[in-house]
């Protein structure tokens, strides 16, 4: 392991490398990454990372994002086959229909997303900054792509606008059951509820904070609190321990785990980085296009 690390530090020296990643990677990469963050942190960041090299540890989009938007650095993913389901979960045919129907229309589409829905968008957003824009938005009606639970909990929060929904859904966060959240808050009368916005309206309803990863472990830090119920992937624990060593957080199920998240591992990154494997490719075409949403975002969002 020890031989690992030090070959890790050295690649990245060699290649003017830096690593980011994601809360939900296992703990021990986000211990040697040197940037970690919610896809909102992640996507300003990689733009602003002055190292030719981003060993990018996350999932597909957050790679495809980060290309997209600095097309002259190499993205590195040190598993290629670390993908999210829901970025594949939502159709052009859809967005095509939905834009006919709608004069005074915004395409709102998740940063869960592939490039080529992000092509066919008016602005990304994350759950750190999809309220705002939202808002800041001129358009009456938003079709909100993939995710359907963000879109709702979203919309709760606008009611002054018009919604239609997709109906995407990220497998962790919907399996999360409300029954589930009150047999823990049973167990645990005195903890918070926190939980992500990719959770149920039902789960979003018995929630005292509802954020990002980023959002969710500042709520933990700050708080008063001892106890909490983490309403969202297990790799976020790593963050909130580290920084809370004296409170206690629990689970709701045993299920938040995204396996995709969970296939990087430090002999991958290190053999990616060696090698210079899975390196990130968007097309010219794709990338014209979709990097105005993503650039929409960052100017929304600030
Ligand atoms: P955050 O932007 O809150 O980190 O969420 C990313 C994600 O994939 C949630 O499932
Ligand atoms: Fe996708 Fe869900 Fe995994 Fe996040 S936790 S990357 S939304 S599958």
Redesign the pocket.
Known sequence: MKERLLKIEKLKKEKDAVILAHY?VNDEIQEIADYIGDSYYLSKIAVELPQKVIVFCG?TFMGESAKILSPEKTVIMPEALAD???AHMASLEKIAEVRQNYEDLAVVCYI?STAEIKKAVDVCVTSSNALKIVRALPQQNIYFVPDQNLGQYIASQVPEKHFIFNDGY????DEIMIDEVEAAKAAHPNAKVLVHP?CTMTVIGAADYVGSTAGIIDYATASDADEFIIGT?IGIFHQLRKNNPNKKFYTINQNQI?P??KKITLAKVAYALENGINQMEVDEETRNRAVLALEKMLELAK
């Open positions: 939900y999932v999210c389901p829901m869960n990220c497998h962790v966060h990719e992937e995204c995709n998240m």
